[in-house]
């Protein structure tokens, strides 16, 4: 049954972390990221709410009170999107900078150029930037990030060339649209 709201997209995510002003300044300095509140939940825990958009009071939510090991996994990632190759570039050598990131990678889906890494706790994040294409998933190629946006994007066009499943990403938009009753 269809449910007649207007179309949603993800708000927010929240995780414990470890370490909670360790945890801020890496969303501070590696993403921007503004601390918009700051208190305690539980009488003892601290809860800091964080966000790039000024129309949007959070988009990360960090918890105190992470007790299980660095091994845990508690979550899968949390996934930005980015403007710009330009500014995906400035994301990865912040990441590179930024101490105890480890294990960044440079994949294209298809439908989104992504940098992944994992942050000082482990957790797993990714900033991306849309392709003009839509790509069936899971699909993921690592790409070379140091090559210019044109080099880049005709490298993704010829990796793509005889994948059947390829649509422009406007075409599949309105599709979705037109399919789920929203257009």
Request: aromatic residues 14%; negative net charge; glycine residues 4%.
């Amino acid at each position: 049954m269809m449910v007649d709201v207007p179309p949603l997209s993800i708000s927010h995510a929240g995780f414990h972390v470890f370490d909670m002003s360790r945890m801020v300044d890496f969303f501070a300095t590696v993403y921007g990221f503004h601390i918009v509140d700051h208190g305690t939940y539980e009488e003892t825990e601290e809860i800091t709410f964080l966000s790039t958009d000024p129309s949007d009071h959070h988009q990360l939510v960090l918890y105190s009170g992470r007790t299980k090991s660095d091994d845990d996994v508690h979550y899968n990632h949390i996934s930005f999107r980015a403007d710009s190759m330009a500014r995906l570039r400035t994301f990865h050598a912040a990441l590179k900078d930024y101490p105890g990131v480890t294990r960044i990678n440079t994949i294209v889906h298809g439908n989104a150029w992504s940098v992944y890494c994992f942050d000082p706790e482990g957790n797993r994040t990714e900033v991306f930037i849309d392709t003009p294409w839509h790509v069936a998933q899971p699909f993921g190629v690592p790409f070379d990030l140091s090559l210019s946006d044109e080099e880049i994007y005709n490298w993704t066009a010829e990796l793509l060339k005889d994948n059947e499943t390829v649509v422009p990403f406007d075409e599949w938009r309105a599709s979705r649209a037109k399919e789920w009753g929203l257009q």
